[in-house]
């Protein structure tokens, strides 16, 4: 078995789904279940498409580092699946060819064909937004995210007159060997750099954010800000890593931005008093210290942030959009006391939240600690103070909104969770301690994630 | 000069996308974005004198000149999306024409 079929079956899977609508959740359940089995049978390499081999034709990378993303996309995926099952049904189709897109994305190592990936992804992520009811929201998305993939590709096309391949690995070889300047790669960089940020939630290009996750319901909440962040920042890492190296000066302008993402995702959480903005604002300041943790060359414990992003993201905004689609608010005022009353969702959104700040016994002390280390032996003492300095912020606000949702007993609401959303969130939330106590399996996995890349790119 | 010409359609496509207000409008700009996008792109392989990049058994094929393949290639899967996105595009343009009787976001009530 070739990896191909993990973009390949969930295509031909969505295409099936057209002629049966009743049919269509099971084979997206069943499809997506293939995927995380399949994935474990499936052995590293390049796979070519076609049979034209590598800087000619279209090839598939499977090295640790797309495996392990595959694995944790994927699973995040059926798990969101599972939580919004009744919201599925209408979207079917277009979950399916989501899964093609995203496994496809993680996938790739042809720099079109990555675009081709991202718009696929795209026009389904456009899709499901559009279960939220707010159509204005679900459009902007549509203009912002064409107009981010056309730079995308206006970059990619300048980069092909520049060098004259596609192929990720060979346009690394060939801007080595040829001495490309890295002032004359800055252009196509940027312009590819917007393109992506659009879909990262970057902080010039994310103004889709609010109206999408801010009026989400269980299906687009996790769907796009757990699956879908998750894999964009690795496809980010994989372009940061593996095809550019950037400039000093420029890699200090991206720096200087990001960083102030992450001030303002920070300080905009902080003033908001809606549920679902806090944590889309925190997002946002996430997606922003990964891509930093990228460029600086932390890359495996930058994926691992990742995955501890991912993880409770899932768990912060599955809980977050069933609570505003059972009382129709999210304002945190009015949401006061819920978990007195549903204590094992109480508690796994407690853990998810202060794993994101990075309270030790849980993934995100552990990745963030790492982090920090690796930091301030480069001595980069400003990136260091400014991800402390946010810490204690995201930390602040964190707990403000669970003394409120933890207290007030008298006048609280109930809302009756169904089983698999609390079975779901409490596997994931002791998923988080596990990691943030038996870090060797973390330490493991940095290790083969870094190895990846120190031969020199993805042969 | 070609490509003077696809990044003037591009600048008129992002100018029209910043500037309207009217969802046809922001839809027609997008499209006008890519059109020059896809004029950029093929500009791109092209080779003044070249012919087109089939092989035949007529000619000698050393001598002569081929424009690059490859762009042109490119350009039929960015027309396709393109297609889709635009498809899309209409499709929520009706969906909120129902909802609130106007194209112009101005006009709208934002909840």
Do not use: C
């Not at chain 1, 993303?69 to 969101?80: P, T």
């Not at chain 1, 389904?124 to 993939?149: D, H």
């Amino acid at each position: 078995m070739s990896a191909v079929l993990l973009i390949a079956v969930p295509l031909l899977a969505a295409f099936i789904s057209i002629l049966n609508k009743k049919l269509a959740p099971v084979l997206l359940l069943l499809v997506s279940l293939f995927n995380i089995v399949s994935i474990f049978f499936y052995s590293l390499g390049t796979i070519t498409i076609g049979g034209f081999e590598a800087p000619y034709g279209i090839s598939l990378v499977l090295d640790n580092y797309s495996l392990i993303g595959l694995i944790v996309i994927n699973i995040a995926f059926f798990l969101v699946l599972l939580i919004s099952y009744e919201k599925v049904k209408k979207v079917a189709t277009v979950l399916l060819v989501a899964l093609a897109g995203l496994n496809g994305l993680l996938l790739t190592g042809d720099l079109f064909n990555l675009f081709v990936f991202i718009e696929v992804s795209g026009i389904a992520a456009y899709l499901i937004s559009t279960t939220n009811k707010k159509y204005v929201a679900t459009f902007n998305y549509l203009v912002i995210g064409t107009v981010g993939s056309s730079f995308y590709l206006l970059g990619l096309i300048i980069l092909y007159a520049m060098v004259g391949t596609l192929n990720m690995s060979d346009m690394a070889l060939r801007i080595s060997s040829e001495g490309i300047s890295a002032a004359n790669l800055s252009l196509p960089f940027l312009f590819m750099f917007i393109g992506l940020g659009v879909e990262a939630k970057l902080l010039p290009f994310n103004s889709w954010v609010k109206g999408i996750l801010g009026n989400s319901n269980k299906l687009v909440g996790p769907m796009i800000a757990s699956v879908y962040a998750g894999t964009i920042s690795l496809v980010f890492g994989r372009i940061l890593t593996s095809v550019f190296v950037v400039s000093d000066r420029l890699g200090l302008i991206l720096t200087v931005i990001l960083l102030v993402g992450i001030v303002a995702g920070e300080t905009m959480a902080f003033a908001s008093t809606k549920l679902r903005e806090i944590l889309l604002y925190s997002s946002i300041a996430q997606a922003s210290l990964v891509i930093i943790l990228f460029l600086e060359g932390i890359t495996g414990w930058a994926v691992m942030m990742v995955i501890a992003n991912v993880i409770s993201k899932l768990v912060l905004f599955a809980i977050a959009s069933y609570t505003s689609d059972e009382l129709k608010t999210d304002e945190v005022d009015n949401l006061k006391g819920i978990f007195s009353k549903n204590k094992i969702i109480g508690v796994a959104f407690t853990i998810a939240s202060l794993s994101v700040s990075g309270l030790p016994l849980f993934m995100g002390f552990v990745v963030k600690m790492n982090v920090l280390t690796s930091i301030f032996d480069g001595e980069d003492y400003l990136l260091a103070a400014v991800i402390l300095l946010t810490s204690i912020v995201e930390g602040v606000y964190f707990v403000r909104v669970l003394i409120k949702l933890w207290y007030n007993k008298e006048d609280a609401k109930t809302i009756n969770y169904n089983f698999v959303i609390k079975y779901i969130v409490s596997v994931l939330a002791v998923l988080l301690i596990v990691f943030g106590t038996y870090t060797t399996v973390l330490n493991d996995q940095v290790e083969t994630v870094n190895e990846v890349f120190e031969i020199g790119g993805n042969e | 000069m070609l490509q003077y010409a696809a990044i003037v359609l591009i600048m008129l496509g992002l100018y029209g996308i910043l500037t309207q207000r009217n969802v046809i409008k922001i839809i027609l700009s997008l499209n006008i974005m890519e059109i020059g996008l896809n004029l950029f792109i093929i500009s791109v392989g092209y080779v003044t004198d070249g012919i087109a990049p089939i092989m035949t058994t007529n000619h000698n094929t050393n001598s002569l000149i081929y424009v690059d393949p490859l762009p042109q290639a490119l350009v039929l899967t960015a027309i396709v999306i393109g297609v889709g996105t635009t498809a899309l595009g209409l499709a929520i343009a009706k969906n909120i024409y129902s909802k609130y009787g106007t194209f112009e976001l101005d006009e709208m009530e934002e909840e």
